[in-house]
């Protein structure tokens, strides 16, 4: 009996023992379900916190959008005015520039008459000229005609000096004709680089209405810079008016030199006329000239001939020396040739004495450079080697870690089953608490839920805003493409 007591107080101990772990497991468990549910709890905090927060921020952008929409239909009401105002601006720059268009084809017509008066006045040139170098040719001849009968030509060379005087006459005359030809050439480049200018400007004035419709579209700002560009226009207008009166100075002084010119022209004319005749009365007494200087070329003749046989005979004592001077170069040759080859040979020669020590020397450099890559490759195996032994510590290490991880996996998933059927008695206890947490989710989901309906209000009201705005730029792309359509219509205009 004394033993059935102690095996009982034995047992009893033994079940005392195990109750004690139990609850001390158990109250573990509770603790750590506890931290878990405590740290849930926090987290659906912030959550909560966090649609708090994104719901204040959709509402201050859909304040700002609305604040943007107001703006943009203020915006839009003073495009549209300063449109209308641009427009009737541009109407009035469009017709001042047809104005000035006319004025420039009026200028291009003016410039076209003085091209064609100078390329008259430059053909009448030429001619005069041509006529000029007939009258020197023929003077020439005369000159040497009569250079062999000085005694006898002294009345001729009286006329040769006239003639000589009249020429002279004539080709300052001619001078002063090419000079002014070449001032009047200056002064129509000046009006042409005038009606460059001008179209300089025009196309500058064309760009500035372009510009002022793309400012007018874009800028409110744009009726100040109209009124500037407008400004700008009415002095480029005035400029080009003073331009234009200019040019018709320069006409009226172009007129007045042509009138200058063909006066003078006509002057020459008739000087030359007089000219002509005189070169008819020395051609007739050329005529006189010509037995005297038949008889003269029959004695030049036989002196001609005479020196032909001299000239002849030297030319062959020279063709021999020229044939003796030719043997003894191509003997010079070929001793330089022979000298050539020779050095050759002997660099020949040099270079293969030299190029035997230095093969010898670069063998030896070769075999050095490859003990040294030999040496450098050696060491890299080795550097190589210790990393693969390195990587391999390193993987072994990592199966190792993997195969505890999964012991201890498994052996926690072991505990928390056995801990899970001793506590099913605890965790209805717990229960309460979880429906306590499902009713604070349930407030949280309709205040989710909420937030989500103001979102997608917010976003309704977004769309409605995109679509006002789309509207506008529709109606600011049709008016872009009416402006286009009108700039179209005046370059067309333009071109016509």
Sequence with gaps: QQELRSKREQELATLK???????????????????????????????????????????????????????????????????????????????????????????????????????????????????????????????KSASNMEAQLSEVQASLEDETRTKLALSSK???????????????????????????????????????????????DATKELEEAKKKMNKDIEALQHQIQELQAANDRLDKSKKKF????????????????????????????????????????????????AEREAREKETKVLSLTRELDEAYEKIEDLEGKRKALQNELDELANSQGTADKNV???????????????????????????????EDAKLRLEVNMQALRAQFERDIQAKEEQSEEKRRGLVKALRDIETELDEERKQRAAAVAAKKKLEGDIKDMEATLEMNNKVKE???????????????????
């Design 17 to 143: 023992k195990n109750l004690e772990e139990e609850t001390a497991s158990h109250e573990s468990t509770l603790a750590d379900m506890r931290h878990k549910h405590s740290q849930e709890l926090s987290t659906l905090n912030e959550q909560l916190e966090n649609l708090r927060k994104a719901k204040a921020t959709l509402e201050k952008s859909k304040q700002s959008l609305e604040a943007q929409n107001v703006d943009l239909t203020t915006e839009l009401n003073n495009v549209n005015s300063s449109r209308q105002e641009n427009d009737r601006r541009r109407k009035q720059a469009e017709s001042q520039i047809a104005e000035l268009q006319v004025k420039l084809a009026e200028v291009e017509r003016a410039r076209s008459e003085l091209q064609e008066k100078t390329v008259k006045l430059q053909q009448e040139c030429e001619n005069i000229s041509q006529q000029l170098e007939d009258a020197e040719l023929k003077a020439s001849a005369a000159i």
């Design 364 to 394: 030896h450099e070769l075999e050095k450079a490859k003990r040294a890559l030999e040496s450098q490759l050696a060491e890299l195996k080795a550097q190589n080697e210790e990393l693969e032994d390195d990587l391999q510590l390193t």
């Design 174 to 220: 001619l001078r002063q004709l090419e000079s002014e030809k070449e001032s009047l050439q200056e002064q129509l480049e000046e009006d042409e680089e005038a009606r460059i200018n001008y179209e300089k400007k025009l196309a500058e004035m064309t760009n500035l209405v372009q510009e002022m419709k793309k400012k007018a579209e874009e800028d409110v």
């Design 478 to 496: 049709d008016a872009l493409k009416h402006a286009k359509k009108l700039q179209a219509q005046f370059k067309e205009s333009l071109r016509w």
């Design 262 to 309: 063909q006066s003078e022209l006509e002057d020459a004319t008739i000087e030359l006329g007089a000219q002509r005749t005189k070169v008819l009365e020395l051609e007739k007494k050329q005529k006189n000239f010509d037995k005297v200087l038949a008889e003269e070329k029959a004695i030049s003749e036989k002196y001609t001939q005479e020196l032909d046989i």
